[in-house]
Each structure stands twice: as C-alpha cells, then as structure tokens.
C-alpha cells in the first residue's frame, strides 16, 4: 500500500508544465553523490520533505537532514524499482 502511494505522489510530481511555469510541489531538484559511486537525485518538497531517487528504489524522508542521517531508516514510505533485463522484450 506504501509503495502504491509513493508512486501516485510522483505521478503527480512529475506532471508539471513547460517553459519556466512554477512547479506546484517541487521546490528544487539536485543530486548527491553519497558515497561509492552511489548517485541519488533529491526532490525538495516545498513542505520540507524530500523524495529519494536512484536506480533501486524512491524513498520520502521528513527533511534532508533525514535523509543524510536516517539513511538506513526501515519505518520511511518506499518503494523499489524492479530491474529490467537488458535483452528483455515485450
């Protein structure tokens, strides 16, 4: 249920309009380097809060300082993104 809520948040995070209109949620954009090669791109919340993103999974912390120091947190609204085989065909 956690995940199905998550992805409904960045459905709707990611509808925005073109040419410098105003994101309604989004506050900033960025991206980390978090150590051993492992990049994850942050969305600011205008709430505070921020969205997680890499390659494995989403995850939504209370603040950033959540997540730079809550990283290994178990209890945050995630999801994992499945992998998909390169040869893989529909």
Same mark, same amino acid.
């Given at each position: 249920?956690?995940?199905?809520?998550l992805v409904r948040l960045l459905a709707v995070? $990611? !509808? =925005?309009? $073109?040419?410098?209109? #105003?994101?309604?949620?989004?506050?900033?954009? /960025?991206?980390?380097?978090?150590?051993? %090669?492992?990049?994850? /791109?942050?969305?600011?919340?205008? /709430? %505070?809060?921020? !969205? %997680?993103l890499n390659d494995e999974c989403? =995850?939504?912390?209370?603040? #950033?300082?959540? @997540? @730079?120091? /809550?990283?290994?947190? #178990?209890? +945050?609204?995630? @999801? +994992?993104?499945?992998? #998909?085989?390169? %040869?893989?065909?529909?």
């Amino acid at each position: 249920m956690k995940a199905l809520w998550l992805v409904r948040l960045l459905a709707v995070l $990611f !509808i =925005v309009t $073109f040419k410098g209109q #105003i994101m309604e949620y989004i506050q900033k954009i /960025d991206t980390v380097n978090t150590g051993g %090669g492992c990049m994850v /791109d942050l969305i600011h919340l205008h /709430d %505070g809060r921020v !969205i %997680g993103l890499n390659d494995e999974c989403a =995850v939504l912390y209370e603040s #950033i300082d959540a @997540f @730079f120091h /809550d990283g290994e947190a #178990i209890n +945050l609204p995630a @999801f +994992l993104i499945p992998s #998909i085989s390169k %040869g893989a065909t529909k």
